[in-house]
């Protein structure tokens, strides 16, 4: 793997150097999510390591007082041989970012897991009211998943998304379609929702949010990748006055979301 391209999407191989970059980000105001990349097996780490790295995360940015939160992969923490058991555990890790503030960020997942995490999602919001669901606008079901959280006054993180042709859940694979069902799951979004997140680096997107925000002011934010346009997360910061939020994934296994982001 290109070492330019680690440093351009990766904060570091260790949480400590992903803090430090979300410390010196926080600085200029921006505000820092961060998310571990996939657990490590060759390096020793488990379902139980990994538990107890997120929760020292949370300590972690607490102590720092890094502003910002965690993005939660279910899969990373066995949701896929144990639904309780990894709702258990997120449970534990939640609780944890919550004596410090943080906010957490349930990251949605590919084909037939969707729908068994949204449910997830629901569950744990009975104990954690302030949790976020990411959803995607590429798929078919997206607007009334989207319905259904804000009438449960959900957090949402609003993604285009990426899916296999020939899953389980369908969805469009055509960018100019895609962007069509972003602008109008935004539109319900500031229409309807209150507290969410626009996760995008299309600027026709951007300008469409930032113009939706003029006129119907709402409790949201902007986020983007580490290293994909990171001077238009400035300006919409030091220029348009708006919060941002930069996604910072760390850890010692970047290969498969590099070549995703990349992609971008």
Known sequence: MDQNLIDRYIAGPSCQEA?????????????????????????????????????????????RMIRG??????????????????????????????EF?????????????????????????????HLSITLQSSLDRTSSDLKRVITARGRIRLVKGHHPPGSRETGAQDTDEIRRRYLR???LLF??????AIATHDEAILQAAAKLQSTHPRMMEFQMYMGVREDRIRTLLYEGGFPVTLYLPYGSNPESYIERVSAL
């Open 101 to 129: 503030a943080l906010a957490c960020w349930i990251e949605m997942e590919e084909g037939e897991w969707v729908d068994p995490i949204l449910e997830a999602y629901f569950k744990l919001r009975k104990s954690f009211p």
């Open 19 to 63: 803090l430090e970059k979300a410390r010196h980000l926080n600085k200029e105001g921006i505000g820092t999510l961060l998310a571990p990349l996939g657990i490590d097996a060759s390096q020793g780490e488990t379902l139980s390591s990994r538990v107890d790295s997120l929760k020292e995360l949370a300590r972690q940015m607490g102590m």
């Open 185 to 187: 799951d935004m539109e």
């Open 191 to 196: 229409s309807e929702g209150a507290m969410f």
């Open 69 to 98: 939160g965690i993005s939660l992969k279910l899969s990373d923490l066995g949701f896929r041989e144990s639904p309780a058991g990894a709702l258990d555990a997120v449970s534990g890790v939640i609780r944890a970012g919550e």
